[in-house]
């Protein structure tokens, strides 16, 4: 039960009774209640909800934001996904003063034109912000007692006023452990079936937005100080066999034992993508109307201290090695992507020299757009060495050891008798992290589809052809996980695509290419700045500036000697209006925290985190039965899910 206290105009006292309560009991509180309503009306039904997105504040009294309609869109180990489809605002306050209601309502609309309805994401029993991997074998590691991950929790500024503890900031997040708190992840879900010799496999392609450094296209560029990039957004695809629904295996019938002890089931795989903006302060000016602004890197830090902050928490958050696929443009008649392209790479190049040699980030750069020129240059074959060279070094998530059947195979591929780890990330990127990137990512996680194919012994070779249902399913798939992130960062679909690439573009695709370009340009140069200042409000930014001004350039002073000796670094040069909060610098040497460097997912850390996750925490029952509802089997999200058996003209054995 949730008590908010309604007569405070300033401060938000909300309190969460601990205590749990019969049906009984919970009929003697609603008649108390109703007697101690009586002179205003009793207790009345408003509506009903599925969840608390959160509580804000404008200029005068709090708002109650709840979510009033959802749908079921994926289904993971029994948990359902849902996206929010509605939310309805009240006031906490029933007459709560208003003191510029000018002011209030510009800012109320200002929070409503972020749309609650598309694309946000939750669910009551998985923790959406966090991947399958670390849900499975690092659920209750370290001293972190959040139950989220709050970078990818776009309404953590809402919980953070109701459910922070008194005195902490809203990074302390001890305390978010409420049974109320109902993280929402801003990005893409979609979830497809693929049906192979009656092996049912579901495919789950999940992209989280970090809320940090959030905007739109030309409003958030590069990299700010704390090292948080624009158009940040990790993409999970996760691949699992539905012959049983939770995360351990079925009990054996044979077994006479009541309590029989869960083991892991070993048919759940993952792999996990990052893209982001350049690591560089970098900005384009969009006062004079130009369809392409000119690039200007406005800040040289011979440091790259910004960078370097934003590596090392890459380090922290996926482990080493980090690939860098950076695609943008090295050959332009007037000198654009070519300029962060230097400067790139002196900047990698300056942050490797301090790393370990068995630490060191793996930079690939390439002309993506040049190769796709050149007629006879294979784009597609290049980015799969690419693929299967990160995959190689960072590995894939697989819940338990590979099917016996492949030890006996004759094949070049050592047997692996243990669960698998991905440690590591492949961060790719071009100018935009659009385009050229979204392809990219889908030849990933193309080669990525036929490694966790292979690894469930569902096809007897990792190489998957094109034009087979499996991979026709996943273009899809990635089409409409780049068109959202598109929509979300430029406000219009992806210009280039998988098949343009391909070299074998739709009749219409010229046309449709125009139309996204225009859309592009005007949703740029006449809505960015709204729609950014509708992203800080609901976000709870303070004092930023929802309009493009040209940035002015800075240069960094080299340290003096005494400086140098004592391995300092320089200290930027921030105009006092700046509204970032200076991180406390380490030796320029040493840039990186060394545990950072250590194996994030030990492999026999994980397995005991596995089976501990399954004997404590898998439960699914209640949650994908429902059996208070009245449900019928034909109107179960699993019947109705997409499917390669529903795609005309596909053969499902090709796959």
């Not at 201290?305 to 690939?323: C, E, V």
């Not at 492949?406 to 790719?428: E, F, M």
Request: glycine residues 4%.
């Amino acid at each position: 039960m949730l008590k908010i206290d309604r007569g405070s105009h300033f401060e938000l006292n909300v309190v969460e009774d601990d205590a749990i309560y019969n049906a009984r009991q919970m009929d003697n509180v609603l008649k108390m209640l109703d007697e101690g309503n009586r002179p205003s009306g009793g207790l009345q039904k408003s509506q009903v909800f599925y969840g608390i997105a959160g509580f804000i504040r404008f200029t005068a009294g709090w708002y109650i934001v709840v979510i009033s309609k959802r749908s079921v869109v994926a289904l993971i180990g029994g948990h359902y996904i849902y996206h929010c489809e509605d939310t309805t605002m009240h006031s906490v306050t029933p007459n709560q003063r208003v003191e510029n209601p000018a002011e209030e309502q510009r800012l109320m609309s200002a929070f409503r034109q972020v749309d609650m309805s598309r694309n946000f994401y939750f669910s009551y029993t998985y923790d959406l912000t966090s991947t399958l991997q670390h849900n499975l074998t690092r659920h209750d590691w370290g001293k972190n007692l959040w139950c989220f991950n709050d970078r990818y929790a776009w309404n953590h500024h809402m919980l953070s006023a109701a459910f922070s503890k008194r005195g902490q900031t809203d990074d302390e997040t001890a305390s978010l452990k409420s049974h109320w708190v109902l993280p929402l992840v801003y990005g893409h879900i979609d979830q497809a079936k693929l049906n192979v010799l009656g092996r049912t496999i579901f495919v789950t392609l999940i992209a989280r937005r970090s809320r940090h450094f959030a905007g739109a296209r030309y409003l958030k560029r590069g990299v700010n100080e704390e090292g948080n990039v624009a158009n940040e957004v990790e993409t999970e695809q996760i691949v699992y066999e539905a012959s049983t629904t939770p995360f351990y295996r079925r009990t054996p019938r044979h077994s006479t034992l009541t309590n029989y002890p869960r083991s892991p089931n070993p048919n759940y795989t993952s792999y996990v993508q990052y893209r982001g903006s350049i690591p560089i302060f970098w900005a384009q000016d969009t006062s004079q109307t130009h369809v392409k602004p000119p690039i200007e890197i406005t800040v040289v830090d011979p440091f790259y201290t910004a960078a370097a902050r934003h590596f090392d928490n890459l380090f922290a958050r996926y482990g080493a090695p980090i690939m860098i696929l950076n695609l943008i443009k090295s050959r332009e008649a007037q000198p654009r992507e070519s300029k962060l392209l230097h400067e790139y790479n002196d900047c990698v190049k300056y942050l490797n020299q301090f790393l370990p040699d068995d630490k060191k980030m793996i930079y690939r750069a390439w002309d993506m757009s040049q190769a796709y020129k050149e007629k006879k240059r294979d784009v597609i074959g290049y980015l799969e060495d690419l693929a299967e060279e990160s995959i190689h070094l960072t590995g894939f998530f697989h819940s338990g050891p590979e099917p016996i059947a492949h030890k006996y195979q004759d094949n070049s591929l050592p047997y692996r008798s243990a669960i698998s780890v991905q440690n590591g990330v492949c961060r790719t990127n071009c100018v935009d992290c659009l385009d050229r990137t979204n392809a990219a990512q889908f030849v990933f996680g193309k080669r990525a589809l036929g490694h966790q194919l292979y690894a469930l012994g569902v096809v007897e070779s990792p190489n998957l052809a094109f034009d087979s249902d499996a991979v026709n399913m996943l273009t899809q798939m990635y089409h409409d996980h780049g068109d959202t992130i598109a929509l979300q960062y430029t406000g219009s679909a992806l210009v280039n695509r998988v098949e343009t690439y391909r070299r074998m573009p739709h009749w219409n695709s010229h046309s449709r290419d125009m139309i996204e370009n225009i859309r592009r340009f005007y949703a740029n140069n006449l809505l960015d700045a709204d729609k950014q200042m509708a992203i800080n409000v609901f976000l709870g930014i303070q004092n930023s500036s929802p309009t493009a001004s040209p940035v002015r350039r800075r240069s960094i002073a080299l340290p003096s000697p005494s400086d140098q000796q004592n391995n300092s670094p320089p200290q930027p040069d921030l105009s006092p209006s700046s509204n970032h909060q200076l991180m406390p610098h380490r030796p320029y040497k040493q840039w990186y925290d060394p545990k950072h460097l250590e194996p994030l997912f030990p492999l026999d850390k994980c397995q005991d985190g596995l089976c501990d996750f399954v004997q404590t925490k898998g439960d699914f029952w209640t949650e994908y039965y429902r059996p208070k509802l009245f449900t019928s089997l034909g109107k179960h999200f699993a019947f109705q899910m997409t499917s390669t058996a529903k795609l005309p003209g596909l053969v499902v054995s090709s796959a």
